[in-house]
């Protein structure tokens, strides 16, 4: 599918739950959030049929994500159901690690790919003030287990906040020296909870390359990444910078995404939202409502001019 821009939209991000395990402090009250009613949630069976209109239309990279992925009841169901949807070339999950070690092996079964999974820190007592509830050991017995299952490359998702782990930077980039595992950093970005925090505690990605002037560029294959990557020497994994507020990467866009109620999302920062759930249930056509809804995808986000999207983190799935 192309959009108005001329950019082939083959990638689409499903939210399966607004819920999680942690309660990162830039990403979610300390409270938690109220639970949505079962049936405004997308059942297993509606996911699975949007799923399959997207990739008749042409998507080929599917991930599915959260609030907390490994959470939703039936996860490997939708897993299975999606893995099997023929012409999906890629297929993954983003997750917090911490209920990995007890699915992997049976979401690499089921067709999953790879995982990407988030963590901000190395320091156990950092990790647990960060998402006031979790424990470190967890989301690194996750990676072990993912990494032996062969849901690789692995790619470790970290968000830089400033007085927080900028001071890990080197730590968290060596974790790429001997293995195949992509790090990627972050910057905060004002949604949900961020709002409170980024103009406090965002730094530029910049800092990255200037506290490891020993990064070199790898040649960019796929544009559409929002990642911008770099090696140290003589090592196995990359180093991603993505950078959504001190560098737009909008051109090459390529993603919708759909949230755990149905609702389709043209871009992560605009409050436009198509509701596919309300549409399957009234027996709409919905390839016909996703073709035009992808006519309408704006060209880009306005962050830098203070325009924030209302729904959290948690709700849309990063
Ligand atoms: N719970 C899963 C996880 O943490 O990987 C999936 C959902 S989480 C919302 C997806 C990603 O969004 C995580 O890597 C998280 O760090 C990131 N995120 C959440 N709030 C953010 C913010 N305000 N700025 C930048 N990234 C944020
Ligand atoms: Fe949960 Fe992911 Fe948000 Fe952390 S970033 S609170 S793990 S949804």
């Known amino acids: 599918m192309k959009d108005p821009f001329g950019r082939n939209i083959n990638y689409l991000r499903i939210s399966v739950t607004d819920l999680c ?7 979610m009250p300390e409270e938690g959030i109220p639970k949505v009613p079962h049936q405004d949630v997308l059942s297993i069976e509606e996911i699975e049929k949007i799923a399959k209109v997207f990739v008749n239309l042409g998507v080929n990279k599917i991930r599915l994500t959260g609030g907390e992925p490994l959470l939703r009841n039936g996860i490997l169901d939708i897993v299975e159901r999606i893995g099997k949807l023929k012409g999906l070339r890629d297929f993954a999950i983003t997750t917090n690690g911490v209920l990995l070690k007890r699915y992997a092996k049976e979401l690499k079964l089921r067709g999953l790919k790879r995982v990407n999974i988030s963590l901000d820190t190395l320091d156990k007592k950092k990790y647990k003030y960060i998402t006031r509830v979790g424990k470190l050991e967890d989301v690194i017995e996750g990676i072990e287990v993912a990494k032996q299952v062969g849901l690789t490359p692995v790619k470790i998702n970290t968000v830089l906040i400033g007085g927080f782990n900028d001071n890990e930077i080197e730590d968290i980039i060596r974790l790429t020296q ?3 595992i992509d790090v990627r950093f972050i910057e905060l970005m004002p949604i949900g909870e961020g709002v409170k925090y980024e103009p406090e505690y965002f730094i530029s990605n910049q800092i990255v390359l200037e506290k490891n002037p020993k990064l070199i560029e790898v040649e960019r294959k796929d544009l559409s990444s929002p990642a911008v990557y770099y090696k140290l020497p003589n090592a196995k994994g990359r180093i991603g910078l993505i950078n959504p507020i001190s560098c ?10 759909l949230t755990a109620q149905g609702k389709l999302k043209l871009c992560l920062h605009s409050n436009n939202e198509i509701d596919l759930k309300e549409a399957l249930r009234s027996g709409q056509d919905i390839e016909k409502i996703i073709i035009d809804a992808v006519g309408q995808k ?3 986000h306005h962050l830098e001019n203070g325009q924030y999207v209302s729904k959290k983190m948690y709700q849309i799935g990063g």
């Open 178 to 180: 001997k293995e195949e």
């Open 248 to 257: 737009k990467f909008c051109k090459y866009c390529n993603r919708v995404r």
């Open 298 to 300: 704006p060209e880009s």
């Open 21 to 27: 395990n942690l309660r990162c402090k830039y990403c």
